[in-house]
């Protein structure tokens, strides 16, 4: 039977080096990337292997820690180590611009490092790793404390809305929006969730509903431009999201398609609830207005990408491939445009590929992320307990008792 226990953990540290579930292949492919360099982290980050603004805060810390453990291993000046370590940190803040957890990630380990750089090369290294297993682990216990205090927000019977995917894969265990639902649901109350695809990754129809359907929960898929029609038919009691960013005065910053939700939600009298960490909260910005807003590759607009796992089904069929992908991976030759690799993967073949859907030689808008205004947030559950309006008195008191608030 599907339970809880059977819910993913996205990262992790293991022989000295970076562990993740490649969250692009989801759900199709299950595997698993090993980085063995800070460059391998960034690349992750960058392509979406690792994605959902906590488990980026956790990303930041263990590639911190794996170069202090690599490259920063051939150091022996601590100034040196230290300008280097700065210069490390900057990089892996950079590699996406909107979810605060990954500078957050980034700026904490820096700041522990010259904190304690009196401990001596050798020790520091092993502290950093410290560091981050323990920033891993609070990752978690702030999730569960979240889940518990949104959970209470919850009434008995409730069908729910939630978008893109902020569960077990946003973070490094059991998530902020899906760690409430699966709360509410061990609790008995969840008659149902509703999943939004979320384009265009799709990270609802892949990630979330993989998710739910390995945690027991009930839930049904919709695309993104169905919300509207049930929330008219009455078949939404709350909507619940994650969050990348949320400003000092409560705007909050979510995977795009979220602000229209919100409008709905309001318009037909449905609390609209946010899950995040005092960590995502950014008491630096005054308003959303000053939040960078992501724009990804155009390609996710013109196309969609699949993968999945090819079995031959005949011994012809296993010739065939073997000689395609003798000499490694073989790159199909697809006319307008489309593409396909496959390579071989065990006694089987993988393949990857993108096909075209709008004509060629068009132009793209494709903002990663939108923002929605406080006055559209019913409320903000953190590990701390649930915020309501005026935000900007309860943030700040919720991060300082937290001891978050951060200069980015």
Not at 76 to 85: E, G, Y
């Given at each position: 039977m599907p339970s809880l226990d059977d819910i993913p953990r996205t990262i992790w540290w293991q022989d000295g080096r970076v562990m993740l579930v490649d969250q692009s292949r989801l759900p199709l492919q299950g595997d698993l990337l090993a980085c063995n360099t800070y460059e391998g982290v960034c690349q992750a980050i960058k392509?979406?292997?690792?994605?959902?603004?906590?488990?980026?805060?956790?990303?930041?810390?263990?590639?911190?820690?794996?170069?202090?453990?690599?490259?920063?291993?051939?150091?022996?000046?601590?100034?040196?180590?230290?300008?280097?370590?700065?210069?490390?940190?900057?990089?892996?803040?950079?590699?996406?611009?909107?979810?605060?957890?990954?500078?957050?990630g980034a700026e904490r380990m820096r700041r522990f490092a010259h904190d304690n750089a009196d401990a001596g090369l050798s020790e520091l290294r092993d502290l950093l790793v410290q560091e981050a297993l323990r920033i891993r682990a609070e990752d978690e216990e702030r999730n569960r404390a979240i889940g518990a205090h949104g959970a209470a927000l919850i009434e008995p019977g409730s069908r729910i809305l939630t978008h893109c995917n902020a569960g077990s894969l946003a973070t490094a265990y059991y998530g902020t929006a899906l760690g409430v639902i699966f709360t509410a649901h061990q609790q008995g109350k969840v008659e149902g969730v509703w999943v939004d695809e979320t384009r265009p990754v799709l990270q609802g129809a892949r990630l979330t509903a993989w998710e739910l359907k390995l945690a027991g929960v009930p839930f049904k898929l919709i695309t993104d431009n169905m919300a509207a029609s049930i929330m008219r038919a009455?078949?939404?009691?709350?909507?619940?999201?994650?969050?990348?960013?949320?400003?000092?005065?409560?705007?909050?910053?979510?995977?795009?398609?979220?602000?229209?939700?919100?409008?709905?939600?309001?318009?037909?009298g449905i609390p609209f609830y946010v899950a995040a960490p005092t960590s995502t909260?950014?008491?630096?910005?005054?308003?959303?207005?000053?939040?960078?807003?992501?724009?990804?590759?155009?390609?996710?607009?013109?196309?969609?990408?699949?993968?999945?796992?090819?079995?031959?089904?005949?011994?012809?069929?296993?010739?065939?491939?073997?000689?395609?992908?003798?000499?490694?991976?073989?790159?199909?030759?697809?006319q307008k445009g489309h593409q396909?690799?496959?390579?071989?993967?065990?006694?089987?073949?993988?393949?990857?590929?993108?096909?075209?859907?709008a004509p060629p030689n068009i132009e793209v808008y494709n903002p990663a992320f939108d923002v929605t205004?406080?006055?559209?947030?019913?409320?903000?559950?953190?590990?701390?307990g649930v915020v309501r309006a005026p935000y900007e008195e309860a943030l700040a008191s919720a991060c300082c008792g937290s001891g978050a608030i951060h200069e980015l």
């Amino acid at each position: 039977m599907p339970s809880l226990d059977d819910i993913p953990r996205t990262i992790w540290w293991q022989d000295g080096r970076v562990m993740l579930v490649d969250q692009s292949r989801l759900p199709l492919q299950g595997d698993l990337l090993a980085c063995n360099t800070y460059e391998g982290v960034c690349q992750a980050i960058k392509g979406m292997a690792v994605r959902g603004a906590p488990a980026l805060g956790v990303a930041a810390a263990l590639g911190v820690a794996l170069w202090a453990t690599t490259e920063g291993a051939d150091i022996d000046d601590i100034d040196a180590f230290l300008a280097r370590l700065d210069e490390v940190a900057g990089e892996i803040a950079a590699t996406r611009p909107t979810a605060v957890n990954l500078a957050w990630g980034a700026e904490r380990m820096r700041r522990f490092a010259h904190d304690n750089a009196d401990a001596g090369l050798s020790e520091l290294r092993d502290l950093l790793v410290q560091e981050a297993l323990r920033i891993r682990a609070e990752d978690e216990e702030r999730n569960r404390a979240i889940g518990a205090h949104g959970a209470a927000l919850i009434e008995p019977g409730s069908r729910i809305l939630t978008h893109c995917n902020a569960g077990s894969l946003a973070t490094a265990y059991y998530g902020t929006a899906l760690g409430v639902i699966f709360t509410a649901h061990q609790q008995g109350k969840v008659e149902g969730v509703w999943v939004d695809e979320t384009r265009p990754v799709l990270q609802g129809a892949r990630l979330t509903a993989w998710e739910l359907k390995l945690a027991g929960v009930p839930f049904k898929l919709i695309t993104d431009n169905m919300a509207a029609s049930i929330m008219r038919a009455g078949l939404v009691d709350a909507v619940i999201v994650g969050a990348d960013r949320i400003a000092a005065n409560g705007d909050v910053a979510n995977k795009i398609g979220t602000y229209g939700l919100a409008v709905l939600a309001k318009e037909h009298g449905i609390p609209f609830y946010v899950a995040a960490p005092t960590s995502t909260v950014d008491l630096t910005l005054e308003s959303g207005d000053d939040i960078v807003i992501e724009e990804r590759d155009p390609r996710e607009v013109l196309g969609v990408t699949a993968s999945g796992v090819i079995e031959p089904d005949s011994a012809s069929a296993q010739r065939a491939f073997d000689a395609l992908t003798e000499n490694g991976p073989y790159t199909v030759p697809i006319q307008k445009g489309h593409q396909m690799v496959i390579e071989r993967k065990g006694a089987a073949y993988r393949f990857d590929g993108w096909f075209r859907v709008a004509p060629p030689n068009i132009e793209v808008y494709n903002p990663a992320f939108d923002v929605t205004p406080a006055a559209y947030v019913t409320a903000i559950v953190t590990e701390r307990g649930v915020v309501r309006a005026p935000y900007e008195e309860a943030l700040a008191s919720a991060c300082c008792g937290s001891g978050a608030i951060h200069e980015l």
